[in-house]
């Protein structure tokens, strides 16, 4: 078990767009924190701005780095040090870096803290209008168009609503795949959650297709849900 007398490794969730649904206890995690660990250094250092939090030791935990950074900064929290780790938006480790920083701490002995905070999962599956006792989330849908199709058919056989990432310049192709498979499926788009333009995208394949086809541009953030088989339609909205 690890030793809770010496230091710890936080993961901290951070907003997916609005700033001001950082948690208090976020806050005074990464105020109290020896150092804090980013996915993009710049990123985290304009939130710290804004959470008004002083000069902090930032180090950089990335996709590309994160095999040979995670180690040592489990050394440094087993010495005693603190170590917040704030990826990009949302939750440390999920579709985002972390996994490897836990796994070290595990092995080392390290404790880990998870801080819960802001998931674009949870906040699309919620408004999305569709059943939520249970749902299986796929992470960022395949770019291949034959990975991603067998993605949608696999969707279209669970029980429980599916839920995944997507680009906003292969939506319309994801959608259209979508409707080819089951035209009246019932699906929603979140895009932008919490951010200004937030909105979402409710009906059947069909229609939701027919919906972005008619935009004139698609742009920020998307989150994709396909409900299960046997579940009732969402209503259009």
């Given amino acids: 078990m690890p030793d809770r007398s010496s230091g710890s490794v936080q993961l901290i969730g951070s907003p997916i767009g609005n700033l001001g649904d950082i948690t208090y206890r976020a806050v005074e995690c ?3 924190a020896d150092v804090i660990a980013c996915e993009d250094t710049r990123h985290s250092a304009r939130l710290l701005r804004h959470l008004e939090i002083g000069e902090k030791e930032l180090v950089a935990l990335h996709d590309h780095n994160e095999g040979r950074r995670a180690q040592s900064l489990a050394d440094r929290a087993a010495t005693g040090e603190t170590i917040a780790y704030l990826s990009d938006a949302g939750m440390p480790t999920i ?4 996994y490897r920083l836990v796994n070290a701490c595990v092995e080392a002995g390290v404790r880990v803290e998870v801080i819960p905070g ?5 906040t699309a599956l919620a408004g999305s209008g569709l059943p939520t006792d249970s749902f299986y989330f796929g992470g960022f849908l395949p770019v291949k168009s034959g990975k991603r199709s067998r993605e949608f058919e696999a969707a279209l056989e669970r029980t429980g609503t599916s839920i995944f990432f997507e ?7 994801s959608l259209d795949a979508l409707r080819a498979l089951a035209p009246d499926r019932s699906v929603c788009v979140a895009r932008e959650l919490t951010k200004k333009f937030e909105t979402f995208h409710r009906g059947s394949a069909e229609a939701v297709f027919e919906e972005f ?11 994709l849900l396909v409900a299960g088989c ?4 969402a209503s259009k909205g």
């Avoid at 802001?118 to 949870?122: G, H, I, L, N, Q």
């Avoid at 680009?167 to 192709?173: A, F, Q």
């Avoid at 086809?213 to 998307?222: M, N, T, V």
């Fill in 95 to 98: 579709s985002d870096p972390g």
């Fill in 118 to 122: 802001p998931s674009a999962v949870m």
């Fill in 230 to 233: 046997g579940r009732r339609r």
């Fill in 30 to 32: 990464l105020k109290a």
């Fill in 213 to 223: 086809e008619a935009l004139p541009s698609i742009k920020g953030e998307i989150t």
């Fill in 167 to 173: 680009s906003p310049y292969r939506i319309l192709k």
